[in-house]
């Protein structure tokens, strides 16, 4: 039986209908959104005692004392914590090879389709931790539906999370057309702000992902921030432990897969080559097991505008 979508040898040399004669040894990089948003969140150990889920404790928030008065029994209060739990699933993309590849000596090889799986764990993080700012992580939220990001919005997202009691600096996640109504919305300002450095410095050129700090705020730019609801794009700002991850290590998973087949073993996800030889290709697939949860709700606030 076939292997379904392995990349043939045809595939390699066929450019916009014409084939080439000679592949050049050179392979180019092309453009994608590397951002990693995990250095924002919070990363939680994966206890995987017989469960995929991690159920995390919240401590109780301190209260002040009061005075009962002479010869008054004190009450007591009942001590409620809060919790989150977190869901751990396994993530997996694989690519398939035909043998013409390598025997025809194309630039594409294994080693080279192995680094593109580990490219792609930062991008599965970034989906997953921007799919929380639509999936009901924060409740408070800023912007109007169809209209244009604002600086006031921004001020708006910062002022309720200082008021949440949340400790800047703050991180500010968008979509490329919110930055971009952000900037344009800069540009107008008038009195001391368009004088700050940092508006100078947030107004400059840059590539992707980081783009600056502005009012003690580092905001970042991903196309991973969702269309949700449609006409909308739903990014967010949120302080230190709004959000949180947990990956369950591979080393248990390592004593099932045959020694000859395993490609790598980085901790966090594994590489493993299946190679099917009556249809001469070898596929690697790449496996890892995480979860991303909203983990406090007052510590974050949604940012929906026009898309």
């Given at each position: 039986?076939?292997?379904?979508g392995?990349?043939?040898?045809?595939?390699m040399?066929?450019n916009?209908?014409a084939?080439?004669?000679?592949?050049?040894?050179?392979?180019?990089?092309?453009?994608?959104?590397?951002?990693?948003?995990r250095?924002?969140?919070?990363?939680v150990?994966?206890?995987?005692?017989?469960?995929?889920?991690?159920?995390?404790?919240?401590?109780?928030?301190?209260?002040a004392?009061a005075?009962?008065?002479?010869?008054?029994?004190?009450?007591?209060?009942?001590y409620?914590?809060g919790?989150?739990d977190?869901?751990?699933?396994?993530?997996?993309?694989?690519?398939?090879?035909?043998?013409?590849?390598?025997?025809?000596g194309?630039?594409?090889?294994?080693?080279?389709?192995?680094?593109?799986?580990v490219?792609?764990?930062?991008?599965?993080?970034t989906?997953?931790?921007?799919?929380?700012f639509?999936n009901?992580?924060?409740?408070?939220?800023?912007?109007?539906a169809?209209?244009?990001?604002?600086?006031?919005?921004?001020?708006?997202?910062?002022?309720?999370?200082t008021?949440?009691?949340?400790?800047a600096?703050?991180a500010?996640?968008?979509?490329?057309?919110?930055?971009?109504d952000?900037l344009s919305s800069?540009?107008?300002?008038?009195?001391?702000?368009?004088?700050a450095p940092?508006?100078?410095?947030?107004?400059g050129?840059?590539?992707?992902?980081?783009?600056?700090?502005?009012?003690?705020?580092?905001?970042?730019?991903?196309?991973?921030?969702?269309?949700t609801?449609?006409?909308?794009?739903?990014?967010?700002?949120?302080?230190?432990?709004?959000?949180?991850?947990?990956?369950?290590?591979?080393?248990?998973?390592?004593g099932?897969?045959?020694?000859?087949?395993?490609?790598?073993?980085?901790?966090?996800?594994?590489?493993e080559?299946?190679?099917?030889?009556t249809?001469?290709?070898?596929?690697?697939?790449?496996?890892?097991?995480?979860?991303?949860?909203?983990?406090?709700?007052?510590r974050?606030?949604?940012?929906?505008?026009?898309?």
């Amino acid at each position: 039986m076939a292997v379904t979508g392995a990349t043939t040898h045809a595939n390699m040399l066929t450019n916009g209908g014409a084939v080439a004669e000679v592949l050049s040894s050179l392979v180019l990089e092309q453009l994608y959104d590397p951002t990693d948003l995990r250095a924002l969140c919070l990363r939680v150990p994966f206890d995987g005692a017989g469960s995929s889920v991690t159920h995390v404790t919240q401590d109780m928030v301190p209260g002040a004392f009061a005075a009962p008065g002479e010869n008054v029994t004190t009450a007591a209060t009942a001590y409620a914590t809060g919790h989150f739990d977190i869901t751990v699933a396994r993530y997996s993309r694989a690519y398939a090879l035909t043998d013409l590849i390598p025997v025809s000596g194309d630039a594409i090889d294994l080693n080279r389709v192995v680094q593109n799986l580990v490219n792609g764990v930062s991008l599965t993080f970034t989906d997953l931790i921007c799919d929380q700012f639509h999936n009901g992580a924060f409740s408070n939220s800023v912007g109007t539906a169809n209209v244009n990001l604002s600086v006031d919005d921004i001020y708006d997202a910062i002022f309720q999370l200082t008021a949440s009691l949340n400790s800047a600096p703050y991180a500010c996640v968008l979509h490329p057309v919110q930055f971009n109504d952000f900037l344009s919305s800069l540009r107008a300002e008038t009195g001391a702000a368009q004088f700050a450095p940092a508006t100078i410095e947030m107004l400059g050129a840059k590539g992707t992902g980081y783009k600056g700090s502005w009012m003690n705020t580092d905001f970042y730019v991903s196309d991973s921030v969702d269309n949700t609801p449609a006409g909308n794009y739903t990014g967010a700002m949120f302080a230190q432990g709004a959000i949180a991850y947990s990956m369950a290590p591979v080393s248990r998973l390592i004593g099932h897969i045959p020694a000859g087949s395993l490609l790598l073993d980085a901790g966090d996800i594994v590489v493993e080559l299946d190679r099917t030889a009556t249809d001469g290709v070898s596929a690697a697939y790449a496996h890892m097991f995480i979860g991303v949860s909203g983990a406090e709700d007052a510590r974050g606030v949604r940012i929906r505008t026009d898309a």
